[in-house]
């Protein structure tokens, strides 16, 4: 999937190249569909998604 950020990203280089390698595989259950909100912690942040289609949007990103 293609990842696109709509907020703010820590300045962690590392960091954002594998949260970006995590989401491109789509982490969400495989029985879910487009559409709903997702949550996941990922190197001491709460992270926030959505997905449609082919795209997977970042909308917030928070330390835990």
């Known amino acids: 999937k293609k990842v696109v950020f709509e ?25 879910h569909d487009d559409g709903r909100e997702y949550g996941m912690t990922f190197g001491g942040f709460n992270i926030k998604f959505t997905v449609t289609e082919n795209t997977l949007t970042v909308h917030k990103i928070e330390e835990n």
């Open 7 to 31: 907020c703010d990203k820590p300045n962690d280089k590392i960091l954002i190249d594998n949260l970006i390698k995590i989401l491109s595989i789509d982490p969400r259950p495989s029985y």
